[in-house]
């Protein structure tokens, strides 16, 4: 007993002490949802705008889950809860679909779709309120998260005028998750699905997945891992993704799920997957109306067939095509979607960048109308840079989804910071050169795809700074137009601080983060020298994987002549695959952009740069940028710290402290690497690498993240 007693005493003593009393404590849990109470003078002006929440009754789950969060949100901002209901009262938030809407409010619904929203200052029946207007009650969730979100990144609430309508009609997390929990290239913790206890328990946590979403415009998950087990289309399992789907339906967020192609052997015990056998077209019809008889917004299924070892239509000797229109056409009468992804390549290939487009382009046009296409956002695999996939625009009759990864597999895992708005604007704004309309990227796709870097850490996502990548992920996806660095300053102000000096210094850390990584991994159009398998640290000397394609020196071809892989005509011609145009201008070293140039060519050593220096000379210099990059990245952040809560600005610190050891780790085995290729001097002035070569090739990380064994 007296221990007891002791021990409570303690840890009043213990809580009373706590410099944060009073103030919860941040872990990063509430994501860019915290709801904080604003500096006071905003305060004033979002209470104003928010006396009182009005909606449709009886309100739909969704529109319960709207209201909810105009409480919370209003509440945690301002310290005044708003009146739910009531009679009309000026500075009312009024919810409103065009069957409920009030007298007196005209708009033009048929402009906002069936998911956008309009945020509009009004005046009705005489009083000042706010209209957040949708034609279903997904779009009025939709528009209350953003209503909140204009309130906290200091917009005028008195003067609302923002309509905003997707213009890809699936915006979809990708989670590898495996049925054992683990999750691959996942940085983050376990698997957030406790498959095991599931559908029994329905964690509030997959609640709050849901409405971090939903905040973003974020509209469907894929469950499970690309690299599928047939078991997760049995019907126990099927149980467990319906109970996931009941929870997110009153947030717009459809359950999609990886099927794994040799399924029909595998379950049904049927001699072959033949797509084009009745037996196994019969089969995936039976499974197909089993899905939707336990969840009838079922999305649809993702494939990887025939890559890396996953089975396909290939075996059998079908296309791609024959594979996904198979599948297409058991989801077809429910509505549900294919999504094909084009990530393959071959051990024989000439040149893998070339493989997805030699196998997918021809078959333009031979899909089926509820096939999507999934392609990577480069040629390769998620690397720090890569020119867009050439596929993009090259299939003008053929839906496509650009796949980017947020898990950071090959941009230092969750320690290093990287923020990357700013690859997936290069990417969304890249010029096609194909003329057919409007030739960026963001024009020529339907639906963008993310890899979660979602697990079970309490931070979500490994840490707090790769939060914003699932944020801009999800704004960019509703609005491909958007600007990566305005995003990133939303997102802080959401996240951090509304401090104005605060949220410029961590907006200019996120902004340079990603090229720092550059920088120091991969520049000037270098790519994949990441560690075997886990693709931890520099390996760029490894040459003895069973395939030609996953070593790095495969490459960057580095030897005694120069350095980098020719994909001109004079190579692998992989550049012919782009648009005449852009093929004319990047088959010329002279005319290709520095940070795409070893991509495309290989080039002496003497090759001069613009900066007048030789490309060895370059190459050492881009590397001592990227330390001296995050060097800088944490004096920023060490700035800041009088304006983010101690706990999150240690942990943050605490990872750049890591990431500036590891870059210098990267810029040091990297330099030493090239030079004993090169044959050449060290540029004069320049530090010699810490350690010998022998010893960075001696490192191993056996238990490295995300890659399992
Ligand atoms: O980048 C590679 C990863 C694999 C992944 C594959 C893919 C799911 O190293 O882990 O497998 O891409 O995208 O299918």
């Not at 007196?104 to 998911?115: C, M, P």
């Not at 997707?166 to 979809?172: A, F, G, N, T, V």
């Not at 030897?559 to 992989?574: T, V």
Request: hydrophobic content about 45%; overall charge neutral.
């Amino acid at each position: 007993m007296k221990i007891w007693a002791r021990a409570l005493a303690g840890w009043w003593l213990a809580a009373l002490l706590h410099p944060a009393l009073g103030a919860p404590v941040e872990d990063g849990y509430d994501l860019w949802l915290r709801y904080r109470p604003l500096p006071a003078a905003l305060q004033q002006a979002v209470a104003a705008r928010a006396t009182q929440v009005l909606a449709p009754a009886p309100g739909s789950a969704s529109v319960q889950a709207a209201v909810q969060e105009l409480v919370r949100g209003v509440t945690g901002l301002t310290g005044r809860a708003p009146r739910v209901g009531g009679p009309l009262r000026p500075g009312a938030l009024v919810l409103a679909t065009p069957a409920t809407a009030p007298s007196g409010l005209t708009l033009a619904w048929a402009d906002l779709g069936r998911e956008g929203y309009w945020l509009r200052s009004e005046r009705l029946q005489g009083r000042r309120v706010t209209v957040i207007a949708a034609n279903s009650d997904v779009g009025l969730l939709y528009g209350s998260f953003a209503w909140l979100r204009a309130a906290q990144t200091g917009a005028d609430l008195a003067r609302l005028d923002e309509r905003s309508v997707p213009r890809l009609s699936l915006r979809l997390l990708n989670h590898w998750d495996n049925l054992d929990r683990t999750v691959e290239r996942g940085y983050a913790g376990a698997s957030i699905w406790d498959w095991w206890k599931l559908p029994a328990l329905r964690d509030a946590r997959y609640t709050d997945y849901a409405r971090a979403n939903a905040s973003l415009g974020i509209n469907g998950a894929v469950l499970n891992n690309v690299n599928a087990k047939a078991e997760s289309l049995t019907a126990p399992y099927l149980a467990k993704a319906a109970a996931l789907a009941d929870v997110w339906r009153p947030y717009g967020v459809r359950v999609y799920l990886s099927a794994r192609f040799s399924a029909p052997k595998e379950l049904g015990g049927l001699p072959t997957a033949d797509p084009l056998d009745p037996a196994v077209r019969a089969w995936w019809q039976a499974k197909a109306d089993e899905i939707y008889r336990l969840i009838p917004d079922f999305g649809g299924l993702l494939v990887k067939a025939n890559s890396e070892g996953q089975p396909g239509p290939q075996e059998h000797g079908r296309s791609h095509a024959d594979g996904a229109n198979m599948l297409a056409a058991a989801l077809a009468p429910h509505g549900g979607v294919v999504l094909w992804r084009a990530f393959v390549y071959e051990p024989e290939a000439r040149d893998r960048a070339a493989q997805g487009y030699a196998e997918f382009q021809p078959l333009d046009g031979r899909f089926a109308p509820n096939v999507i296409v999934q392609v990577k956002n480069g040629p390769i695999d998620f690397q720090p840079r890569e020119p867009f996939h050439p596929l993009f625009g090259a299939m003008p009759r053929t839906p496509l989804a650009l796949e980017v990864q947020l898990t950071k597999e090959y941009l230092g895992f969750s320690t290093h910071l990287a923020y990357l708005g700013p690859l997936f604007e290069e990417v969304l704004r890249a010029d096609t050169h194909h003329t057919a309309g409007d030739p960026r990227v963001s024009r020529q796709i339907s639906a963008m795809a993310g890899v979660a870097n979602i697990g079970t850490d309490r931070n979500w996502c490994g840490s707090h700074m790769d939060c914003a990548n699932w944020y801009a992920f999800g704004r960019l996806a509703w609005d491909t137009d958007l600007g990566a660095e305005a995003v990133a300053r939303e997102w802080i102000r959401q996240t951090f601080t509304t401090e104005p000096r605060a949220v410029a210094d961590i907006g200019v850390l996120m902004a340079d983060s990603r090229e720092a990584v550059v920088d120091y991994m991969t520049p000037l159009g270098l790519h994949h020298l990441m560690g075997t398998g886990h693709h931890h640290g520099p390996a760029p000397w490894v040459d003895n994987l069973e395939r030609a394609d996953w070593n790095p020196v495969y490459f960057h071809r580095a030897a005694r002549d120069g350095i980098g892989f020719d994909r001109s005509p004079r190579g692998s011609n992989a550049v012919g695959q782009y648009a005449p145009a852009l093929a004319a201008r990047w088959a010329d070293p002279a005319t290709t952009p520095e940070p795409l140039l070893l991509w495309f060519h290989h080039l002496p050593w003497e090759h001069r740069m613009a900066s007048g220096r030789t490309l060895w000379a370059e190459l050492v210099a881009r590397y001592d940028r990227g330390v001296e990059r995050v060097a800088a990245m944490r004096t920023r952040w060490a700035g800041v710290r009088d304006a983010v809560d101690a706990r999150r600005h240690a942990e943050v610190a605490a990872y750049l402290a890591v990431q500036e050891d590891e870059a210098r780790w990267w810029r040091d085995a990297c330099v030493a690497y090239f030079q004993s290729v090169s044959g050449l001097p060290l540029p004069p002035g320049t530090r010699p690498p810490a350690e010998s070569l022998e010893a960075y090739k001696s490192r191993r990380f056996r238990f490295a993240p995300g890659h399992g064994g």
